[in-house]
């Protein structure tokens, strides 16, 4: 899982990523709604919604001219039983 792990980091490390995804946890969002959160160019937010897309944390659909947003849990999921699986054996030692 180092690979995707890798990845997934990447994209977290910046505050930016990390407000879309907080902005993507209630509800599904449209490119433009995302994007007036943030006073950057429509270039930097489609690099940053690409670097959330390639980690698999965010998945996109098109309707017409709107680009759709939406968390995608599994990712997180998968992170999160890595980390507490990282965390018992930190403790643990061996079992």
Do not use: C
């Amino acid at each position: 899982m180092a690979g995707p792990l890798n990845e997934v980091f990447k994209a977290i490390a910046d505050p930016t990523r990390r407000e879309i995804l907080r902005l993507l946890r209630h509800e599904e969002l449209s490119a433009g709604e995302v994007a007036a959160h943030f006073d950057m160019s429509k270039p930097t937010m489609s690099h940053h919604f690409a670097v959330l897309k390639g980690a698999g944390l965010i998945t996109s659909r098109r309707e017409g001219q709107t680009i759709w947003y939406s968390l995608d849990t599994t990712v997180l999921e998968d992170v999160l039983a890595w980390s507490m699986d990282m965390a018992r054996g930190a403790r643990g030692g061996k079992q």
